[in-house]
């Protein structure tokens, strides 16, 4: 993950002190330009588009004002991308954001629905180019590290007892949360992290809908009756973010029903997505249960009949 800094940039000129005489002094030359440094990824609950994003330095143990974040848009695909000349190496978070025309995909349904909420990743320490996945599990790190002062130490925590809470369920949030054939497409496994990445996201749109046992703030389920597809996703959200209750405890009654929750979904109709190998996202109807709708997901996304063959027992046997 990336990092951003406050600080100006400046090139700052040493003048060296003058002989006598009559000679000129000496002049050093120009201090040398930071690395530029920078954070890019996905926002996904499906695909997140027209989402303002704000990547904001962590300063004195918080996030800094929204109004000093660098920020930009989510694309169509869902992905972002910011820079920071200054070569800011602190730590970071990530705040994808509603605006008027923000979506996200209805895995379950395949249609765009409005974008009503923020989600948040946190990032220890940004590199020249840091990667962050935006997702309702990277919200659930980013909100047990915001009870505390944060630093890159409990950022890590943070990360780490949200990952060990969903073990089960195999979440990884350093994996893209979406079969990439452009970069992986000969990596079984990692495709099969990815595939399983896509899966438990679509059961966070499944659960919202179908359980009661996940609840807003009132204690009403996020299915109530009269709520919408978006309503309930955010409510959703919210509930598993409310799961952690400091930055490496969780809540056991409330991480019981989320984890019973999540399992009572099959993903047997899901539109996943998938970054074919000419850069483009195709949207693949796929029942991700099933070793044949898979690897036929893979050959429409343009992967050749032996590799999909190849490659969909391995992951097929990693999904969770």
Known sequence: MSKITGVGLATVLVLAGCGGGGGGGDVSAPAALPAATSVSGTA?????????????????????????????TTGNDGFYSVAFSD??????????????????????????????????????????????????????????????????????QSIAAVQSLMLTLGIDMS???????????????????????????????????NSNLLKDANGVPCNAAGTTASQQIACAVGAMAGVMNSYVTADATKSANLLAALNAQNATGVNM????????????????????????????????????????????GRMH
Do not use: H
């Open 44 to 72: 996904t609950k499906g695909i997140i588009k027209q989402a303002r994003v704000l990547v904001c330095r962590i300063v004195n143990g918080a996030p800094e004002p929204d109004a000093s974040c660098a920020s930009t």
């Open 87 to 156: 070569g800011y190496t602190g730590a970071a978070m990530v705040k994808v954001m509603a605006g008027a025309a923000s979506t996200m995909m209805d895995e379950t349904t395949g249609t765009d629905i409005p974008y009503n909420m923020t989600m948040r990743a946190v990032i220890p320490a940004i590199s020249r180019t840091t990667t962050a996945y935006v997702t309702p599990f990277s919200e659930m790190a980013a909100s047990a590290v915001s009870t505390t002062t944060i630093d890159a130490i409990k950022i890590d």
């Open 175 to 209: 994996v893209m949360p979406m079969m990439d054939l452009k970069s992986n497409g000969t990596d079984a496994a990692k495709l099969a992290l990815q595939s399983n990445m896509v899966k438990q996201l679509a059961r966070v749109a499944m659960v919202a809908k």
């Open 273 to 316: 997505p998938i970054l074919k190998a000419d850069g483009t996202i195709g949207m693949q109807f796929t029942d991700m249960t099933s070793a044949a709708s898979m690897q036929t997901a893979m050959q429409n996304a343009g992967m050749t009949l032996n590799a999909a063959a190849n490659a969909v027992n391995v992951v097929m």
